[in-house]
Each structure stands twice: as C-alpha cells, then as structure tokens.
C-alpha cells in the first residue's frame, strides 16, 4: 500500500477497513493465482525427488542463462568486462570468477541491473525499506511474481499436507489495525483467499484472550507468522490453560525459532513448525522438511557459504550466505551478500530422502556476530538461558569488547536468584565479560517488526582487530 492509501485505511471505519482488505485480496489471488502459478506448482513438484546430479545440471543450464541475460545490463556488462568473463568456460567457473554484490550496491544501482530497457509494463517493483536512505528496489515479472507463492505451495506447505485452499490466520507483516485500536477485532478477512490477517501489535495480556477466542471459532488449518507473535499467543496459551483450536501446520519465517519457542508453539497448536528461510530479494529459498532440516530450493538460486576473506566454507564452518538467483532474468542478482550466517550441514543425507542440500541457520546477521576477547564467534546464546525458566523474552547486545547487557521480560515467577544464574551462564559462555541484566515490559521490534535475539554493537574493524591478533 502506498503511504495515502494507507492513510485512507487507518482512517476508515473498521467495517470499511474490512471491505478493503477483502477487495484487495481478491485482486491479489487473481495475479498470483495466474496460469504461472499451476504451472510452476507442476514443475516443482515434478523435481522435489531429483537427485543431487539432476539439481546441479539444471542450476549449470539456467546459470549460463542467467549469465548471457545479465550481459544486457549496464551494470553486468560493465562487470563482465572488468573480470574480463572468458566465455568458454563452465558456467560455474565463470560464476566463481565473479566479485560479489553488495546490498548497498543493489540498493543505489537497481535500475543499472535490468536487462530490458524499457522495462515491460508487466513488472512490478517491489520496494524493501532498509533502516537508511532509499529502500532497495526489485524488479518483478509477473512470472517471477507467481514463484514467490508457487514454490512455498509444493515445498513449505505440500511438505507440510496442506494448500492454498486450506484456511489461514497471517500473523505479521501487514498492519491491519490502528495503533491505537483497543477493542478486537484486531482481525481482517480476505474471504477470496480464506485467510484472516491478524494484528501483531496488539498481543498485550488484555486482548490475547479475544485472539484465543478469534482462533478458536475461526479454526484455521494453518497459522503463518513470525515465531515471536506465535510465541506470545501460544506462552499466555499454555500458562491460563486456554488453548486455540488445533491446527494442521504453523509456517514461520524471517526470525530464529528458538528450541523453547518451537515446543510451546507446538504444543499450543498440537501440530509441527516448518520454518522457511528466503531473501526479500527473491534468489534463494530453503524450506524445513517434516524432521525438521532445511532444505534449499537448488531452482531458486544458487547458494554459497563464504568466510570473511570471501573463499567457500567446508561442511560445517560457518559463514556468509551469498545467493545468486537464477529465476530473476530481468534483474539478475549474482553472488549477492545477504548479509545472513548460516553453515552447509556436515550430514548432507536426510531420513525424508529428499537429496536437496542441507543448511544449518545459525540465525543472525553478520553484522551481529559477537565476539571474545580471545576471538571466538557466537551468535547464538541459547545455551545462557537454559534452566532459567521464568523470562518471557530476552535480548542479549555486546557493548564493548568485555561488556554485555541482557534485556529480559521477566514472567511473574521471577526471581532475584535468576538474575545471578544468568549472569553464571552468560561467564561460562562467553568467558570474563561484564554482564548487566536490565528487567523491561517489553523488547523494541525493528521497523519492520522483527524480534532481534542478539544486536552486535562493535564495528567491524574493531572485530577484525581482535581476530587478526589472535591468529597471530
Ligand atoms: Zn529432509
């Protein structure tokens, strides 16, 4: 929505507000759900049980597509030239000779990367706000458009037994309410897609109660959202013994689902959480199969895992993940940093059979990596947390090199004791660092609503200091 329709909105009546969100999904079920769509549904699921050679032949054939398409762009063309491309080689190879691109690249050169000028009157620009400057613009066909939802259909929720035409609940995402609504329904319905789109930022104790309620006469198959929101639902669930209705399935993306979370989410709802991992830019995706392993979509994009000098990570190491998407012809991304750590899994075979390969997300940013003073990397703090059972959420953020501060919503059992055990665990992880526990009602959301588990606040030359002494 633009920001004067959006305006509009928010200003509406909530029975108007109702009637927009219904049109606007009607319109939005007839694009996506195009010839396109069942198509791709087709294709998908005619290669979900290639094998590993099969996957690799496909990626080498679209690659050298991608590659000759990209030539048609002022930005590639002038790479190509700079990295002097020899085009007798293997796509691949080619690939590998490549320098990588940034996000600020993409986000101040976009238009420079189309390779059709003037751009069809069928694309749509999708228009991602960063936390600076000018959002990052991506170029969609209608095609590439129908991809977004048609993988997801056969390889996040046809893994999961359920479709597009089973009922959901969308948590996230859109704001659907005024802030300062404070009766339900927090709520809206799209009866076209038979899917409610529900308020994230009204989950306070007081209204939780009404969304049990919601849940429970509206009875989804399935529940989309960020696993935070779920979480909140699915604790206060637990805790007052006032569950909602049983679902088939929960889909969550964009944060990290933490071991906690999953087992009250899942025990709330009485079904399984299949996490997705995807780039906003549309050039990778990788879907968590019924055991629970992520599995990329070698169609989608191709992968790698890159350290800080920028060469490919063995099994196991972690790194940066770099995409290059192979479906985007009108606006290649090729070795684009995502900015995300992840690591290949050691044990590529998985009991479902499916010889996709295996990532392991270490959630998390690059740019949130903490570090010791004796150069270990961590990005993850469940362990500090364990056995502590009484806080709702927690933030942990490296001030300094030997300072951390932990913000955490504590549950009403509480106790001072805690404070102490965490501070224990946080020593035994991390090593002699400073610790101070702040208690909070509530952790600040980004812009866009996530949830950060860890925020990083040294800079990166700073970090790099630390390391290049201790490898000395
Ligand atoms: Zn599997």
Not at 37 to 56: G, I
């Amino acid at each position: 929505m633009s920001s004067l329709s959006e305006r509009i909105y928010f200003a509406s009546p909530i029975w108007l507000q109702q009637l927009a969100v219904s049109s606007y999904g009607w319109l939005w079920y007839r694009r996506r759900m195009s010839r396109h769509f069942y198509r791709l549904v087709a294709e998908y699921q005619s290669r979900d049980n290639w094998t590993r050679e099969q996957f690799l032949a496909y990626q080498e054939k679209q690659l050298l597509q991608l590659l000759e398409t990209a030539d048609g762009s002022p930005y590639y063309q002038a790479i190509f030239r700079v990295s002097r491309v020899d085009w007798q080689l293997p796509a691949f190879k080619i690939l590998a000779g490549l320098p990588f691109l940034s996000k600020e690249t993409l986000r101040t050169r976009a238009r420079d990367l189309v390779t059709q000028n003037p751009v069809p009157n069928s694309t749509s620009v999708f228009k991602s706000s960063g936390t600076t400057g000018t959002p990052t613009e991506i170029y969609y066909s209608p095609e590439f458009h129908a991809l977004e939802l048609a993988v997801p259909a056969v390889r996040n929720l046809g893994w999961a037994g359920v479709s597009y035409h089973s009922r959901r609940v969308m948590f996230g995402v859109r704001k659907v309410c005024r802030f300062d609504q404070d009766k339900p329904p927090f709520w809206r319905f799209s009866p076209a897609e038979d899917l409610a789109y529900a308020s994230v930022y009204h989950l306070s104790p007081k209204n939780i109660p009404a969304y049990l309620d919601f849940l429970r006469t509206y009875r989804p198959d399935m529940i989309m959202g960020y696993p935070s929101a779920l979480h909140t639902i699915a604790q206060y669930a637990m805790e007052h013994n006032d569950k909602p209705a049983p679902a088939k399935a929960i889909f969550t993306t964009s944060e990290t689902v933490t071991e906690g979370h999953r087992q009250t989410i899942e025990s709330a709802w009485q079904c399984k959480i299949y996490d997705r991992y995807g780039a906003v830019e549309g050039c990778m995706l990788a879907f968590q199969c019924e055991h629970g392993r992520y599995h990329v979509s070698p169609e989608v994009g191709i992968i790698e895992i890159v350290n800080t000098e920028g060469y490919p990570c063995s099994l196991g190491e972690l790194g940066e993940v770099v995409c290059t998407g192979l479906q985007n012809l009108l606006q290649p991304l090729i070795r684009y940093r995502t900015g995300d750590v992840a690591r290949w899994a050691i044990d590529q075979t998985c009991p479902c059979g499916r010889q996709m390969p295996i990532l392991e997300l270490i959630e998390g940013r690059v740019e949130d990596i903490c570090i010791t003073s004796d150069g270990r990397q961590m990005l993850r703090f469940d362990t500090v947390f364990k056995g502590v059972e009484n806080i709702r959420e927690a933030q942990v953020v490296q001030e300094q090199l030997d300072l951390f501060t932990i913000c955490l919503v504590p549950a009403d059992t509480f106790e001072e004791h805690d404070i102490q055990k965490i501070k224990d665990n946080m020593r035994l992880h991390a090593g002699e660092v400073r610790v101070d526990v702040h208690l909070v009602d509530q952790i600040e959301r980004t812009a866009s609503g996530k949830f950060r588990a860890v925020i990083c606040k040294l800079r990166q030359d700073e970090k790099d200091r630390v390391l290049n002494r201790v490898s000395e």
